[in-house]
């Protein structure tokens, strides 16, 4: 019944509503599998001769389909687009440069020789750029200025603004994360910071690729950057102004060189700006045309007269200034999360957390603005009033760098350097928020200012007593596990291309199964936030090319609410992953981030993708062996919420095997039980977040049934163990039954081993999430001091007093494990003698003379600061 309705089914597949999107007016819903079978699904019944005014191409029709053809990224792969939909539905190239804006892309598949009076590109439906048709009748267009990052849908005209037809999307990437190379380089970029301090003085160079701006002469313009209107109200507007030209009509060269003079006095209010070079051609200081940025910077080399007679007083006099406006805004450090407690945690909880760029260990450890520490991490979400970032740095030795302890510590962010989504205004703007609240204030307190103590008051690290790890659970392939054939099993290690790794699932409560069914199924439902996460189960190969009895993860797909849909799947079972944002194949040759709709997504060395929600809800996706690898890392409030193949989260393994009914198997149900378990929790086709974009997909999945009930697993009892290995496995495997069960499934003890390491990679993610008791920071006496910066339990500090002091109370502290210290910092007596005022004077010396070390320190660390990706 299935195969004549097939072209239907292609037809219809453009149809399957988009996830997200939902079924919009005149759609028709796909039925179920089983409506597909019976004689008359209800979509076939309303077929006919196509209603009135269908339309065949996909001018302004773009994501849409109907009868005739599809506008669907889908349609590509199942040969239903209408014939004009690349003409369309844009391809871009390059698709994604800096928020800044000025970039020149051209649109790809449209080749256009026809009378053009102008192309015009509009952004977000507001912001219109021009562009141009070349030479070779390419059309281009020129991105703007935005202060949001994202994926900005914008529509083409080719008729100077009288219609749109076309649609494409721009992806505007945070500053710092575009090359270098396509910026305007900033010569010895720490004297531009530095420009009028003590020693910096003379020419400033700046450096660029002629050859990206296809003109003779150039002009090179000062950008500001401020935010005007009453900080946290509906006023409060982020802006980038023109302020004056550096040189007009300059030669194109590549090459520029100035002896910078202090600004006009109504300019030097900008302290944080940025420079431009355009053609000459346009009028100075006009918008979003092609154009080339530097990196933002502090405008240290235009301030004025003030400034450069005394940078020390001014610079502390702004820093007082930060000081005041800080007590009168709200305080954001309450609403921050706390952060992991070693650097462990820290690096396995990458849901909530992920690297900061400007102190990362696996870029050797170049921690600027954080000594003492050999990775940073950043809150990924920014906190939901007002939008600020925790950051949470580590020593070698993983323990937590605290403010109170070192100036290397972590700083807890006004302005998230990341923004926060809508993103547009104040403080949510990306780098720039954080730029005017967290790191102009660094400068003028710590960098231009010997007054490093007023900034580290505001922003003070947090420890980690409120932290909780996440819940791990997940599905991880086993050893590369051949199947048994007529003659013998083969071994896998000599032909892995044959092999395949049996799904062996983890639950959030520890509970663990294998589950070889054909099918989709659901992983993961929670109705606290909508979140909802469906893995595609197929067989393997055998040597022979016959299908295997036993099957893998190929793709996994995850929603949040209303957030955009995200699929990770094996592109061609070649092991190269392919990720789909709404059905759409997304491209990581540009960008390695994305800010999507309730979701950021990176991607690392092409075979592993980290997904994190807004609700703190992370999945990691990863190849192993011939199958996907994925694990779901919960934050605590998910309790009690959770259903599906990972168990109902609520520290109680036995109740995890529960079918959608509410029917809870027993723990020690057999593993045929648990086969029917697992085929329970197949997807439905009107809640799949999966896509059907290849007739194999729509054949077997779409209108397949979700669960394939012919398809035979082959389950432990059949599998008959040697017994002459039965030492060697019990070596080997100790008391994991995932690799005796493989080995005895196989006869080869390697395979058994490859499924004990995978399921040790599993075990020591957990074993980072374990929950470390912390008793918070432990202040040192007064005129005294302590040993020790960690404050896990365990840990002991050590405190001494000064000279001509005497300890009164107990030495040492140490950390228990219900949170508390076992003794409270004791105090330093005054002892009466000669002693004590000798010691008040060296005492004094001592100070003045670390105080100027400290500032010999800071001032020399801006000699190391070659990225200024790497802000405080
Ligand atoms: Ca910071
Ligand atoms: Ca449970």
Not at 52 to 67: F, I, K, L, M, V
Not at 210 to 216: D, F, K, N, W
Not at 509 to 533: C, I, K, M, P, Q
Request: aromatic fraction near 10%.
């Amino acid at each position: 019944m299935k195969l004549p309705l097939l072209p239907w089914a292609l037809l219809l597949l453009a149809t399957a509503p988009g996830p997200g999107s939902g079924p919009t007016a005149g759609e028709i819903d796909v039925g179920p599998a089983h409506e597909a079978a019976s004689p008359a699904p209800a979509w076939a019944r309303c077929s006919g001769p196509s209603p009135p005014g269908a339309q065949e191409s996909c001018s302004y029709r773009c994501g849409d389909w109907n009868e005739q053809c599809s506008c669907r990224p889908t349609c590509s792969g199942l040969g239903t687009c209408c014939s004009d939909f690349r003409d369309f539905c844009l391809e871009i190239s390059p698709y994604s440069d800096s928020m800044m804006g000025g970039k020149d892309f051209v649109v790809q598949h449209l080749n256009w020789f026809n009378s053009t009076d102008g192309v015009i590109c509009r952004f977000n439906e507001s912001i219109q750029t021009r562009g141009h048709v070349d030479s070779l009748g390419l059309v281009h267009c020129v991105s703007p200025l935005l202060y949001e990052t994202g994926r900005i849908p914008f529509t083409l005209s080719m008729d100077n603004g009288r219609s749109f037809p076309r649609s494409g999307t721009w992806l505007a990437v945070h500053p710092n994360k575009v090359s270098q190379t396509t910026k305007i380089q900033l010569e010895n970029e720490t004297r531009w910071q530095y420009y009028g301090t003590a020693g910096t003085k003379g020419n400033l160079t700046l450096t660029w690729q002629a050859t990206v701006l296809p003109t003779h002469f150039v002009t090179i313009e000062l950008w500001g950057y401020e935010e005007t209107g009453k900080p946290y109200s509906g006023e409060w507007t982020a802006k980038w102004s023109y302020l004056y030209p550096l040189a007009t009509n300059v030669s194109n060269s590549g090459f520029f060189t100035f002896t910078p003079k202090p600004a006009p006095q109504n300019y030097q209010r900008w302290e944080v700006g940025a420079i431009r070079i355009i053609n000459s051609q346009y009028s100075s200081g006009e918008k979003d045309v092609q154009a080339l940025w530097s990196n933002e910077h502090a405008l240290a080399w235009h301030l004025g007269d003030d400034f450069r007679e005394d940078p020390v007083a001014w610079a502390r006099t702004q820093c007082l200034a930060w000081e005041e406006l800080e007590d009168q805004l709200p305080n954001f450090l309450e609403e921050l999360p706390d952060c992991p407690c070693t650097l462990a945690q820290a690096r396995a909880d990458t849901g909530r957390f992920h690297t900061d760029y400007g102190c990362d260990i696996e870029h050797g450890s170049e921690c600027t603005y954080h000594p003492g520490a050999v990775h940073c991490v950043r809150s990924v979400q920014a906190s939901p009033r007002y939008a600020s970032g925790q950051q949470c740095c580590y020593t070698a030795a993983g323990t937590q760098l605290l403010t109170a302890d070192s100036t290397g510590g972590s700083t807890p962010d006004r302005g998230h350097d990341w923004g926060a989504p809508p993103f547009r205004a104040p403080p949510r703007v990306p780098g720039l928020s954080h730029w005017l609240y967290d790191v102009i204030s660094f400068y003028h307190c710590c960098l231009w200012a010997p007054e490093c103590s007023r900034y580290m008051r505001r922003r003070p690290s947090s420890d980690c007593r409120t932290y909780r790890p996440p819940r791990l659970g997940g599905c991880q392939p086993g050893g590369l596990r051949a199947e048994q054939g007529q003659g013998g099993p083969p071994d896998p290690l000599l032909s892995p291309a044959s092999a395949f790794g049996d799904p062996h699932f983890v639950t959030f409560d520890g509970a663990n199964f294998t589950f070889n069914g054909h099918g989709e199924y659901v992983l993961l439902e929670a109705a606290l936030t909508g979140l909802s996460v469906q893995a595609r189960a197929q067989p393997g190969t055998t040597p022979e090319g016959t299908q295997a009895r036993g099957t893998g993860l190929t793709a996994v797909a995850v929603q949040e609410g209303n957030s955009d849909v995200v699929e990770v799947r094996l592109a061609d079972g070649v092991g190269v992953l392919q990720v789909l944002l709404n059905q759409e194949v997304l491209s990581f040759a540009e960008q390695s981030w994305m800010d999507l709709q309730g979701m950021f997504l990176s991607v690392a060395a092409e075979d592993s993708v980290s997904i994190m929600l807004s609700s703190g809800a992370g999945l990691e996706v990863s190849i192993q062996g011939p199958f996907l690898s994925v694990t779901v890392l919960l934050p605590e409030k998910f309790l009690n919420h959770t259903r599906g193949l990972l168990g109902t989260l609520n520290d109680n393994p036995t109740d995890d095997f529960t079918l959608r009914s509410g029917q809870v198997l027993s723990a020690g149900a057999s593993s045929r039980q648990l086969f029917q378990f697992g085929a329970d929790w197949a997807v439905e086709n009107a809640s799949s977040l999966l896509t059907y974009d290849s007739l194999l997909l729509v054949k077997d999945f779409l209108y397949g049934p979700k669960h394939d009930p012919t398809f035979q697993p082959l389950f432990p009892d059949e599998t008959t163990p040697n017994s002459s290995q039965a030492t060697e496995v019990a070596e080997l495997c100790g008391d994991n039954h995932f690799c005796s069960y493989d080995v005895a499934a196989t006869g080869s003890l390697s395979v058994g081993n490859a499924t004990r390491t995978a399921y040790q990679l599993h075990q020591s993610r957990v074993q980072s999430l374990q929950s470390v008791v912390s008793c918070g920071w432990l202040a040192p006496p007064l005129n005294g001091g302590k040993e020790g910066i960690r404050y896990l339990v365990g840990s002991t500090i050590h405190f001494h007093c000064d000279s001509g002091y005497s300890l009164s109370g107990a030495e040492a502290s140490t950390c228990q494990a219900d949170g508390t210290w076992s003794t409270t910092t004791p105090t330093c007596q005054p002892r009466h003698s000669y002693t004590v005022l000798l010691s008040i004077i060296f005492g004094g010396l001592a100070v003045a003379a670390l105080v100027a070390v400290v500032y010999v320190v800071l001032c020399r660390r801006k000699g190391n600061m070659a990225i200024w990706g790497s802000q405080p």
